[in-house]
Structure formats: structure tokens, C-alpha cells
């Protein structure tokens, strides 16, 4: 009779403390797979997500890429400070979550960039989702030292396996339509248009990846790996 007791108090303690082991492993699994400040997937955790994407996909099934980031944002943090840039980043990120459907997937690609996956997209309805990110993130109204204004971002979007048939040359493509918008006008969004008028080729984009060699390599790395 003595035993028994004994016996229930180990048992407890060993389910406390597995379920101890359990939560920790979710929360180190989380953590390595999470934004904490804007609470959506890191970089690594996205093109993850963007890795299963591919291998899910049947022969017609299309991926569109969609980069953004805060127009002028090293000024934001110059004058305001990079508390204020962080406070623009969450509400940037949780206007992405209000704004992507269902089956979007978005995550911090780096900085002040985000990335968004579409499935299954179509060009009006990439155009439509930039467009809606654009109206809706401006429409947002921030207050620093009584004084209140808005923000804007610009976006790049590009298609797999329409615009290329790597998925990281389609992400870099994105993100030079990213550059472009930047170029004709802050606060806009556009499609593989700068890649056609430029007529990009593989040289062209080589050049633009010597700016980013390391993420390059890691991005790739990902990619292939899964």
C-alpha cells in the first residue's frame, strides 16, 4: 500500500515532465520559425513554406511571388527612430494578414521586405491583392509627437512557371519589379512589364545577384534542399 502512492508521484512527474519537454520543443520550434516583433514566418520559415508549395503543385497549377516594402524607410528610421520603424512594421504585417486570402501564405523575407505566396493565382488577381495592400496599408494613419501622417509601400509581383522556370530566379524577378515600381513612382505596384520592356536576361539578373550573393546562396540552398 506503501508503494502505490510512490508509484502514482513518479508517474505525475514523469507526465509533468514530458509535457515540460513537449511545450519547450514547440516554443523553440516556434521561435525558430517566427518573426517574434511582427508574429508571421521568417524568412527561412516562407521559403519553406514556398519549398512545399512547389512540390504539391500538379502540371497546371501556377505560384505567383509578391514582394513589398516600406517606401523610404531608412528615412522613417533616420527621423523618427527604429522604435517608430518597428511599430510600422507590425502594422504593416498585421494589415497583410487582414488583407491576403485564405490560402495566401506571408512572411519577413528580410528587413523591411515581405513576401507573400498567391496559389493558384491569375494576373488580375496578383494585380488585385497589390492593389488592395497598397489602398490599405495608406489608408492607416500614424501619430508621432502629435503630428499625424501615412506611409506607403511598393510592391513587385512575378509568376511561376509562366514569368521562369526556377522558383528563386521567379522571387528575384519580384523583387526587381519591386525596385522598378520604386522607380516610377513610390506607392505603386507592378508585374513583369520592367522585365519585358528591359528585355532582362539571365546576365541581367546575374549582375543584380552580386548585390545579394549570401542570401542568394541560402535562399538556393533552401530551395533545392527543401
Not at 48 to 66: E, F, G, H
Not at 168 to 173: D, H, S
Amino acid at each position: 500500500l506503501t508503494i502505490l502512492p510512490m508509484m502514482v508521484f513518479f508517474l505525475v512527474l514523469c507526465l509533468q515532465i514530458t509535457k515540460s519537454w513537449k511545450d519547450r520543443e514547440q516554443n523553440i520550434d516556434y521561435v525558430s520559425n517566427n518573426d517574434l516583433m511582427l508574429k508571421i514566418p521568417n524568412r527561412r520559415s516562407i521559403l519553406q513554406t514556398l519549398q512545399n508549395c512547389m512540390t504539391s503543385m500538379q502540371t497546371d497549377d501556377y505560384l505567383s511571388i509578391i514582394i513589398l516594402d516600406v517606401d523610404h524607410f531608412k528615412s522613417i528610421n533616420d527621423t523618427y527612430g527604429h522604435p517608430f520603424g518597428d511599430t510600422l512594421l507590425i502594422e504593416l504585417s498585421n494589415c497583410l494578414k487582414k488583407t491576403i486570402r485564405a490560402s495566401d501564405y506571408v512572411g519577413r523575407y528580410g528587413g523591411e521586405e515581405f513576401l507573400i505566396i498567391m496559389k493558384d493565382p491569375t494576373p488580375e488577381s496578383a494585380n488585385e491583392l497589390a492593389t488592395r495592400i497598397n489602398a490599405e496599408f495608406a489608408k492607416l494613419v500614424f501619430t508621432f509627437n502629435n503630428v499625424s501622417f501615412s506611409k506607403t509601400v511598393s510592391i513587385g509581383y512575378a509568376f511561376f512557371p509562366s514569368d521562369t522556370d526556377q522558383i528563386w530566379k521567379c522571387i528575384k524577378f519580384a523583387d526587381l519589379c519591386l525596385y522598378k515600381a520604386k522607380e516610377i513612382e513610390c506607392n505603386n505596384c507592378g508585374h513583369n512589364w520592367s522585365i519585358s520592356n528591359e528585355k532582362m536576361t539571365d546576365v541581367n539578373i546575374a549582375t543584380h545577384l552580386l548585390l545579394d550573393a549570401f542570401n542568394d546562396r541560402y535562399d538556393t540552398a533552401i530551395l533545392i534542399s527543401g
